[in-house]
């Protein structure tokens, strides 16, 4: 048996077109006071993050390694990241400031199927983001990565990933790129 699903707004309309309600009806309902504010993505801690902002050329050790663009999305709420390795790894990344629990957060995703989900803050001009997933070369132990996005004076950005796999006791570094324009 078919269900026909009706919606409110199928609803306020029928009764707007059959002149039980004034066109107006949907106007007029009530908003929710407990409805959160939306945040405004012009607020000095969301441009924060306009550092990241470019089309950038990334190297390590000197060597072109990749391509990234980041670019504001969702007015200025958010930084989307379109990453090209010159090895073939693809990925992308939203990158925020989540006003309602005041911090920073980023989910990463790329052609892999990996997912990574970070947060933290600032630290000076450095933005330091952290999170953990399990291994995936043992899924018993938890990686906890650090990630930091660094100024470089006369512009770009420094961005070092380490990793710890001991309980913070010790540290690699898996990735230390330039970013230059």
């Known amino acids: ?3 026909s699903v009706i919606y409110p707004s199928s609803i306020l309309l029928a009764a707007c077109l059959l002149g039980s309600l004034p066109m107006s ?5 009530p908003s929710n006071p407990a409805a959160p504010a939306q945040p405004d993505c012009s607020s000095a801690k969301h441009q924060r993050l306009r550092m990241l902002l470019g089309q950038w050329t990334v190297s390590e050790d000197a060597k072109v390694v990749g391509h990234n663009t980041l670019t504001p999305v969702f ?3 958010a930084v989307r990241e379109e990453w090209k390795s010159a090895s073939g790894n693809d990925g992308t990344s939203l990158t ?3 006003s309602q629990l005041d911090i920073y957060r980023q989910t990463w995703i790329d ?3 990996i ?3 970070l947060s933290g803050g600032f630290e000076g001009d450095s933005l330091v983001l952290e999170g953990e997933r399990p291994s995936g070369r043992d899924p018993k132990t938890t990686v906890h990565h ?3 996005w660094t100024p470089n004076d006369g512009g770009g950005f420094q961005q070092v990933w ?3 796999t001991d309980g913070d006791k010790t540290w690699k570094t898996i990735f230390d790129g330039r970013y230059a324009k």
């Open 115 to 117: 997912v990574l989900e």
């Open 75 to 77: 007015g200025d709420c």
């Open 146 to 148: 650090r990630i930091r």
């Open 96 to 98: 925020f400031y989540d």
């Open 25 to 29: 009806a949907h106007a007029e309902q």
């Open 111 to 113: 052609n892999h199927g």
């Open 1 to 3: 048996m078919h269900r």
């Open 162 to 164: 380490t990793v710890s």
